[in-house]
């Protein structure tokens, strides 16, 4: 017999070849090192070593370079929100390819309109990151996405509500937006997620689109655009969303949103949102807070309170006018807590969704009279 020897089998990798991007929350490309590493002074008695840096950047708010503090050894294609740059006419770092259109970072605009632009009529089709980069990215060029900040330890909750309906007006829609984030902010929420303390900030804004078609409403898969019908009745005889325990439409009677400060669309936003997921109703467990005080922003009309917090505070509770008073409710840290921000899934952008898509169109559910004469003749 012949005894062979196997050889050991020889294993080797190149160092230096690896490229790894150190990006910042928004996706932005802050350095590129290698998987060399460098010693520094004497190897026999100096075991130090730093990072092989193949470039460094740093950036002003809407991407462009800033002088003397950037720097490359090679010609590495991406920077600013993960993006490829396009340096062949601008020059390097002067434009960025975002898919759906370039950008120039000088001057935070795009150089064609926005795809999406009909969802956001207040806004001009070339501006990026809704002005405001820090917060926003733009993941296409289309349309802004809600992020954590880790440097400003905020997360930004934005919702677009759109108006339609006999009832509805663009005045109406920007001030019921502005009313329910003011009810929403008033809180000075915050949230703690994996150890660290995050101030939670509501940006909510309102647009009326008078043609409005049911097709529109079903295509949408934005989580931030809500549909709301408004007009003087419904066959409910109250302003709700569709789902109690999460939804992105409704529909407003105007009465009870037309008054300002009115906290009856920061109470169905709440709805909207998922706030109470545990109960049926969307309502917290308890219908009576008499000696606890301030009633939360989504307790429902019928809860017993101190007199304070009455339609009238000199009636008995429980008698006409001894019930809660739907304008003294005020949005309360166990409100933002019933968010849930801590269990959200974040990408590795810091973007989540926040409630779901019901997309359902209401016709009007009530007409009068004389709004069925006006219909009529408009077919």
């Known amino acids: 017999m012949v005894e062979i020897e196997r050889p050991a089998k020889e294993t080797y990798r190149f160092v230096g070849d690896k490229n790894y991007e150190l990006t910042n929350h928004l996706g932005n490309v802050l350095s590129v090192i290698t998987d060399r590493k460098l010693s520094i002074g004497n190897p026999a008695n100096n075991f130090t070593f730093m990072s092989d840096v193949l470039s460094y950047n740093d950036y002003y708010p809407f991407g462009s370079l800033i002088p003397n503090r950037h720097g490359s050894n090679t010609a590495y294609r991406y920077g600013f929100n993960g993006k490829e740059k396009d340096n062949e006419i601008k020059g390097d770092g002067n434009s960025y390819d975002f898919g759906a259109r370039m950008l120039d970072p000088r ?4 150089f064609a309109r926005d795809p999406k632009e009909d969802e956001f009529p207040n806004m001009s089709p070339y501006v990026g990151f ?5 917060v926003y990215n733009d ?5 802004g996405e809600v992020t954590i900040s880790k440097n400003t330890k905020t997360i930004t909750v934005t919702s677009h509500m759109i108006f339609y309906g006999t009832e509805a007006s663009s005045a109406l829609a920007k001030s019921t937006a502005r009313d329910v984030q003011k009810k929403w902010n008033a809180a000075n929420g915050k949230v703690v997620i994996k150890g660290v303390t995050y101030k939670v900030k509501f940006v909510i804004t309102g647009e009326y689109r008078p043609k409005l078609t049911p097709d529109e409403i079903a295509k949408n898969t934005d989580v931030k655009n809500n549909y709301i019908r408004v007009e003087e009745e419904n066959n409910k005889g109250v302003s709700y969303m ?5 939804s992105n439409t409704g529909y407003f009677l105007k009465r009870n949103i037309e008054k300002d400060d009115s ?8 709805h909207g949102y998922g ?3 545990d109960t049926p109703d969307g309502h917290p467990k308890e219908h009576d807070l008499r000696g606890k005080g301030q009633p939360g922003i989504m307790y429902a ?26 304008d003294k409710r005020k949005v309360l840290q166990s409100d933002i807590d019933e968010l849930s921000l801590d269990k959200l899934n974040f990408d590795k952008n810091g973007k989540a969704k926040l409630g779901k898509l019901t997309n359902k169109y209401h016709n009007d559910e009530n007409p009068s009279i004389f709004k069925r004469i006006v219909n009529s003749l408009k077919n």
Not at 242 to 246: A, E, L, R, T, Y
């Open 263 to 270: 906290s009856t669309e920061g109470h169905e936003m709440g």
């Open 242 to 246: 569709d789902d109690k325990n999460s």
């Open 139 to 143: 993941p296409t060029g289309e349309s």
């Open 107 to 110: 001057v935070g605009r795009w």
């Open 130 to 134: 809704n002005n405001n980069p820090v």
């Open 275 to 277: 706030v109470n997921p």
């Open 301 to 326: 009309r019928g809860t017993l309170v101190d007199p304070e917090y009455q339609y009238n505070p000199n009636v008995s509770a429980g008698s006409k006018g001894g019930t809660v008073d739907p």
